[in-house]
C-alpha cells in the first residue's frame, strides 16, 4: 500500500554535494520516523540519518556536519543533503520510513529501492 521512491543519486566529484529525495506515496497511511541509510561494497549496512515526526533528527559521526537530513510531511518527502562528499561516501543509499496504515491499523517498515552515490577523487 505503501512506497517510497529515491531519487538524486549519481556520479560526483570528492568535495561536491548531492541532494536525495524520497517521497512516500499510497494510500491510507500515516508516516513516523524515517531516516536514510547506506550500504557500501563489502560493508555492512549502516544508518546515516533519522528524523523523527516531530523533527528530531540523528546523524552518523562520519557524516556530521556534512550531511542534513530534513522532511516536508505535506509532500511525504524526506530529504538528504550531502555536503562535501567523499570517496568513502559511495554506497546505495536507501529511504526508510516507518508507515502507520489503517483498516487494520499497524506498523510497517518500508524500505525504497536505493539509489547509487559514487563519490571519486
Known amino acids: 500500500q505503501v512506497q517510497l521512491v529515491e531519487s538524486g543519486g549519481g556520479l560526483v566529484q570528492a568535495g561536491e554535494s548531492l541532494r536525495l529525495s524520497c517521497v512516500a506515496s499510497?494510500?491510507?497511511?500515516?508516516?513516523?520516523?524515517m531516516g536514510w541509510y547506506r550500504q557500501a561494497p563489502g560493508k555492512e549496512r549502516e544508518s546515516v540519518a533519522t528524523?523523527?515526526?516531530?523533527?528530531?533528527?540523528n546523524y552518523a559521526d562520519s557524516v556530521e556536519g556534512r550531511f542534513t537530513i530534513s522532511r516536508d510531511n505535506a509532500k511525504n518527502t524526506v530529504y538528504l543533503q550531502m555536503n562535501s562528499l567523499k570517496p568513502e561516501d559511495t554506497a546505495v543509499y536507501y529511504c526508510?520510513?516507518?508507515?502507520?496504515?489503517?483498516?487494520?491499523?499497524?506498523?510497517?517498515?518500508?524500505w525504497g529501492q536505493g539509489t547509487l552515490v559514487t563519490v571519486s577523487s
Open positions: 526508510n520510513a516507518i508507515i502507520m496504515l489503517a483498516q487494520p491499523i499497524r506498523y510497517l517498515e518500508v
Open positions: 499510497g494510500s491510507s497511511f500515516r508516516i513516523g520516523s
Open positions: 528524523i523523527t515526526s516531530g523533527g528530531s533528527t
